[in-house]
């Protein structure tokens, strides 16, 4: 073992590399999400054991600090206490029981105190869930079949949302994945992030048609794109003009700067629905779309827009997203993430690495393959992507760095991350750049 507990010998990962192979007859690639097969980094997946604070220990006993921190939903960290003493108290007393419960008037309360004036939740079981939930009220509610989305956000696996921008002709449209239909395709416009003359066009001839645009305000699972505020406001302009509706999806910014939306923080904007996930949940299967009580009176059974869920509202799941939501508006880590936030964009800057790094808050992107360019939107990332980050990364894992598995991922910090270790993170990520500086 080395001085900080990593097992350097790959041969000494012998039980993640079993489990991964046994993992392999039995699910595609052995795994439940295609990021963690490590296809993007190269090498074997990590099994996980155990986890607390900032850190997580794998099954062949190495320590790893953690910047992927379930995908951001762990913003106070694995196992903290209130919150898993939340969950085991409400376990006690049953784990399901498809029926009511008090727990969804707390969260719902929580949220809806955060995101006024949308005054109504709707608990679902992921971000997914609260995206194509949201999708089908927006086309109920205008009557009208069109989304809008943007290339560089992403939005769950809904086939609505697996439609990417062709690379020819500026009106032709593709497929994320198989499976999706032309008709689907068809129904989807996708527009570069950024551009007010595309939104303009799009509305001056599609107008009529649209029922919604949805849009991530702080773009952060294809790199960090931050848009300008102007801009987001421009689409709200737009929607409000032409009677289509905005969708905030906030699965990863939703409580992450402050208690309540990015949206309303960077540009003083209201959406008329926001979807939740990530954060909301504690680190269990909650999502949640928010809106105006108008709006979400269209679901059934109230009104006639059809969405339902055996595990929705599940009162464990909502116990985490209480104890979590309740530890950041009663301990209000927000400035303690904002200065680990800053103190790793300082020791980049400090490294010269800072023109290959972008931070948001605690939210930051390693762009290694960009030769110091930051792309500001999908269209401008390098064709390369991915060929630096792939040796980087297999450096980081030797001193026990854990950051998500793909170039396109950004990193969350969390309110128990310590400052030495975001020290030591700043040191391996400029070193990174330096080695990549050199590779030319
Ligand atoms: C993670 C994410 C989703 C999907 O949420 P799941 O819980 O993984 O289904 C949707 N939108 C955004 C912005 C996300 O970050």
């Given amino acids: 073992m080395s001085s900080n507990g990593y097992i350097?010998?790959?041969?000494?990962?012998q039980r993640s590399l079993e489990l991964h192979q046994r993992a392999k007859q039995l699910m595609p690639d052995g795994v439940s999400s295609p990021v963690r097969a490590f296809r993007h980094v190269g090498g074997r997946p990590i099994y996980v054991s155990r986890g607390e604070g900032s850190a997580f220990i794998d099954e062949d006993g190495r320590h790893f600090v953690d910047y992927c921190m379930?995908?951001?939903?762990?913003?106070?960290?694995?196992?903290?206490?209130?919150?898993?003493?939340?969950?085991?108290?409400?376990?006690?007393?049953?784990?399901?029981?498809?029926t009511c419960h008090r727990n969804e008037i707390a969260l719902a309360e929580l949220i809806t105190e955060a995101f006024t004036p949308l005054d109504m939740v709707r608990f679902v079981c992921s971000g997914t869930e609260a995206v194509a939930t949201a999708l089908r009220l927006a086309r109920a509610a205008t009557g009208r079949p069109l989304l809008v989305k943007f290339s560089g956000c992403y939005h769950g696996h809904a086939d609505a949302m697996l439609v990417k921008a062709g690379s020819g002709a500026a009106e032709q449209q593709l497929a994320e994945s198989e499976g999706v239909t032309a008709s689907t395709i068809a129904d989807t416009l996708v527009l570069p992030l950024g551009s007010p003359q595309r939104l303009e066009d799009a509305f001056a001839k599609h107008g009529d048609h649209i029922a919604a645009v949805i849009v991530e305000p702080l773009p952060a699972n294809n790199g960090l794109l931050p848009q300008p505020p102007a801009w987001l406001r421009q689409v709200r302009a737009l929607t409000q003009q032409h009677?289509?509706?905005?969708?905030?999806?906030?699965?990863?910014?939703?409580?992450?700067?402050?208690?309540?939306?990015?949206?309303?923080?960077?540009?003083d904007i209201e959406a008329d629905m926001v979807t939740l996930g990530k954060i909301v949940s504690g680190g269990l299967a909650v999502g949640a779309v928010v809106g105006?009580?108008?709006?979400?009176?269209?679901?059934?059974?109230?009104?006639?827009?059809?969405?339902?869920?055996?595990?929705?509202?599940?009162?464990?799941?909502?116990?985490?997203?209480?104890?979590?939501?309740?530890?950041?508006?009663?301990?209000?880590?927000?400035?303690?993430?904002?200065?680990?936030?800053?103190?790793?964009?300082?020791?980049?800057?400090?490294?010269?690495?800072?023109?290959?790094?972008r931070r948001q808050g605690s939210l930051f992107w390693l762009c290694l393959d960009g030769q110091g360019k930051l792309p500001d939107n999908a269209e401008q990332f390098p064709s390369n992507m991915g060929k630096k980050f792939h040796p980087a990364y297999a450096t980081w894992l030797s001193k026990g760095i854990y950051m998500p598995p793909s170039s396109y991922e950004v990193g969350f910090l969390s309110a128990v991350h310590k400052s030495a270790e975001v020290e030591a993170l700043a040191r391996a990520l400029t070193e990174a750049v330096h080695e990549t500086q050199k590779m030319g």
């Fill in 8 to 13: 350097e010998k790959p041969e000494c990962a």
């Fill in 70 to 98: 379930g995908w951001g939903a762990l913003i106070v960290g694995h196992a903290y206490p209130t919150v898993v003493e939340a969950v085991q108290k409400t376990a006690r007393d049953g784990l399901c029981f498809g």
């Fill in 243 to 267: 009677g289509a509706l905005l969708i905030f999806d906030e699965v990863i910014s939703g409580f992450r700067f402050g208690f309540g939306g990015y949206g309303r923080l960077v540009a």
């Fill in 292 to 357: 105006t009580s108008k709006l979400m009176q269209k679901l059934a059974p109230s009104g006639g827009v059809y969405q339902a869920g055996t595990q929705a509202g599940n009162p464990v799941g909502l116990a985490a997203g209480i104890a979590c939501l309740k530890t950041l508006k009663e301990a209000w880590p927000y400035e303690k993430l904002h200065t680990l936030g800053n103190q790793l964009e300082a020791a980049m800057q400090k490294g010269g690495a800072a023109a290959y790094f």
